[in-house]
């Protein structure tokens, strides 16, 4: 088992920046991909950004240009800088693992198999 926990959420004006960070602990080195995902006030959980075990990265539209997703294999860490925030990204962020050897950034929802409890980012003035 691998436990996803998040943090670094909060609430922003319109064009800041925040950053969030994602620590994995229990089997956290048997997991390859990681993402971000987010799930709006009424709205279906959606894929932001997510990256491969060797650093290749893939991107929502609306996110890119504005987020960076990162990782640090040797902490079991995740991260994901946010700027120029929007009120539409305000949402529940998740972190996902998949340790099914993907090779590539996976982006759908299936492709993961451990889950974070979610953290808040609000964007609001």
């Known amino acids: 088992q691998v436990q996803l926990v998040e943090s670094g959420g909060g609430l922003v004006q319109p064009g800041g920046s925040l950053r969030l960070s994602c620590a994995a602990s229990?089997?956290?080195?048997?997991?390859?991909?990681l993402a971000w995902f987010r799930q709006g006030p009424g709205q279906e959980r959606e894929f932001v950004a997510a990256?491969?075990?060797?650093?290749?990265?893939a991107y929502a539209d609306p996110v890119k240009g504005r987020f960076t997703i990162s990782r640090d294999n040797a902490k079991n860490t995740l991260s994901l800088q946010m700027n120029k925030l929007k009120p539409e990204d305000t949402a529940v962020y998740y972190c996902?693992?998949?340790?099914?050897?993907?090779?590539?950034?996976?982006?759908?929802?299936?492709?993961?198999?451990?889950w974070g409890q979610g953290t808040q980012v609000t964007v609001s003035s």
């Open positions: 996902a693992a998949e340790n099914r050897g993907a090779v590539a950034p996976r982006t759908r929802i299936y492709e993961y198999d451990y």
């Open positions: 229990g089997r956290a080195s048997s997991t390859s991909g």
């Open positions: 990256i491969s075990w060797y650093g290749s990265t």
